[in-house]
Nanobody, 118 residues
Framework: VQLQASGGGSVQAGESLRLSCAAS????????MGWFRQAPGKEREFVAS????????YYTDSVKGRFTISKDNAKNTVYLQMNSLKSEDTAVYYC????????????WGQGTQVTVSS
């Protein structure tokens, strides 16, 4: 599967952004799709994921209630709606994919920068 991420930008604290990750080349429903982020000087961290077969979602605690991951199977696209953004959400965001039969993410899209100014 190949991934193409888009939708980053610069916003003020409290505003919203939506990231998109378009997948191609494999059966979308056989994958978990996830969003990760990496802030300067920090390790890449998990943000959210979705099981494409049934839509089951997972979130890191710091984004629960503010971020929503969703999918459009017809478009083979996963979205990350980010509301009430905070300065600490500033990072490069990456989408990743892994087959449901493996543990580690196997494929990554290019990063997209999200900058939140307070």
């Amino acid at each position: 599967v190949q991934l193409q991420a888009s939708g980053g930008g610069s916003v003020q604290a409290g505003e919203s952004l939506r990231l998109s990750c378009a997948a191609s080349g494999s059966t979308f429903s056989s994958y978990y799709m996830g969003w990760f982020r990496q802030a300067p000087g920090k390790e890449r961290e998990f943000v959210a994921s979705i099981r494409c077969s049934d839509g089951t979602t997972y979130y890191t605690d710091s984004v629960k209630g503010r971020f929503t991951i969703s999918k459009d199977n017809a478009k083979n696209t996963v979205y990350l709606q980010m509301n009430s953004l905070k300065s600490e959400d500033t990072a490069v965001y990456y989408c990743g994919a892994r087959r449901t039969t493996v543990v580690r993410y196997e494929t990554w899209g290019q990063g997209t920068q999200v900058t939140v100014s307070s």
